[in-house]
């Protein structure tokens, strides 16, 4: 079997990665160990900056997202028993999309499908070969059949448990981490959303956001310990909570799914080891408080894309052909870390440590006070959210 490209994970990722390679002549293999019914249902992230929009609309899979997505102009911050509104379209002229990341998936993977692309559902034993070379392989088994890929290029789209990061000599990687005394205790319920924005709210008891995924369906959390035994947490306690912390009239309804997240920062340097290139989750993690993890993955594949379509455009015995995928980690990685500082910062800002003293307390409504009395602080917030630019 051969390709150009070999796709490992069909997460948004991979999947909008060959899309866009397709736009441009270039074949490409996807392959995902998951079900197709896993990949389409696995509630995630639902926030997406006006860039990733942009990109998803300039790709052409965009329609279903501007039909029933839900823009959205702003948030508010709730502290010491009052709501502020941070107006993005004000502060920054742009604003974000409510869109469940399981919503991009399914329309990139009706995209892949209608175009009759392969991509392999429920593969197993996968392992790639020789990507220090240019000639590099990934071995895979699927219904029993064990294949053999070669391609030119792969790309690790497959998270942060995925097999690609795990291949690569640990000497040659250098991994930066923190992990947070807290979680996120989050519930998917059957109940229109208690306001037409995102409400991030600080309390004595704990961080509490109210999301959504649609006018039907509402997304809430609760700062919890990551241990948390959720058979503790019986449906009318989670109501009694959120209401406690967003000082909102909620009503209850049925809680379709509920889980807890644990909070963790993590990047992998570089994020390129000869043919192969780590994008999204395989190369970092972001806590989710600012939003931000589709939304890297995105911008991650959006260089990648540009730079395969520059290596094949060019030929590859042109001298240029290789500078844009030389450049792809050190760009990704300029941006990177600067998401992971803002999501670090909504993180501080909002949550109780165990180990806050009564300073702390103070000085973390003093930060939020200034956020919302200084236009300043509030369009740093703000264009953060909305999405710093892309690299070119």
Not at 278 to 306: E, R
Request: glycine share 8%; proline share 5%; hydrophobic share 45%.
């Amino acid at each position: 079997m051969r390709t150009q490209v070999a796709i490992i994970g069909a997460g948004p990722a991979g999947l909008l990665l060959a899309h866009l390679l397709q736009q441009h002549g270039i074949d490409s293999v996807v392959l995902e160990a998951k079900s197709r019914h896993y990949i389409e249902n696995r509630v995630r992230a639902g926030v997406l900056e006006h860039q990733s929009v942009d990109i998803l609309n300039q790709a052409g899979v965009g329609a279903r997202m501007m039909a029933e997505g839900l823009p959205h102009r702003g948030i508010s911050l709730h502290f010491a028993g009052r709501s502020h509104r941070i107006d993005f379209e004000e502060l920054t002229g742009h604003t974000v999309m409510i869109y469940g990341q399981q919503e991009v998936v399914r329309d990139l993977l009706a995209a892949r499908l209608a175009a009759h692309q392969p991509l392999y559902f429920e593969v197993d034993d996968v392992s790639i070969h020789d990507f220090d070379t240019g000639s590099p392989r990934v071995r895979f088994r699927v219904a029993g059949e064990q294949h053999t890929l070669e391609c030119d290029f792969i790309a690790g789209c497959d998270g942060f448990h995925g097999i690609c990061r795990a291949s690569v000599p640990p000497e040659q990687l250098t991994l930066y981490g923190r992990t947070y005394p807290f979680a996120w205790l989050g519930i998917l319920a059957e109940i229109s959303p208690a306001s037409q924005e995102l409400i991030y709210a600080n309390h004595e008891r704990g961080f509490a956001l109210l999301s959504m995924r649609s006018p039907a369906i509402s997304r809430l959390y609760l700062q919890c310990a990551p241990e948390e035994d959720l058979e503790q947490w019986h449906d009318e306690r989670i109501w009694s909570e959120l209401r406690a912390r967003l000082n909102v009239q909620l009503a209850s309804g049925p809680v379709l799914q509920k889980a807890v997240t644990p909070m963790r920062s993590f990047v992998a340097e570089p994020m390129r080891f000869g043919r192969l290139f780590l994008a999204g989750d395989a190369a970092h993690i972001v806590p989710p408080t600012g939003a931000k993890g589709m939304n890297l993955a995105i911008a991650d594949v959006q260089v990648l894309a540009h730079a395969l379509q520059a290596f094949y455009r060019g030929g590859a015995r042109f001298s240029g052909a290789m500078e844009a995928l030389n450049a792809y980690s050190q760009t990704c990685l300029s941006r990177v870390w600067k998401v992971q500082r803002f999501s670090w910062w909504m993180t501080s800002l909002l949550h109780r440590f165990e180990e806050d003293t009564p300073f702390d307390r103070r000085r973390q409504f003093a930060e939020l006070e200034y956020i919302v009395t200084s236009r300043a602080a509030a369009q740093t917030l703000a264009e953060n959210y909305v999405g710093l630019p892309l690299a070119p």
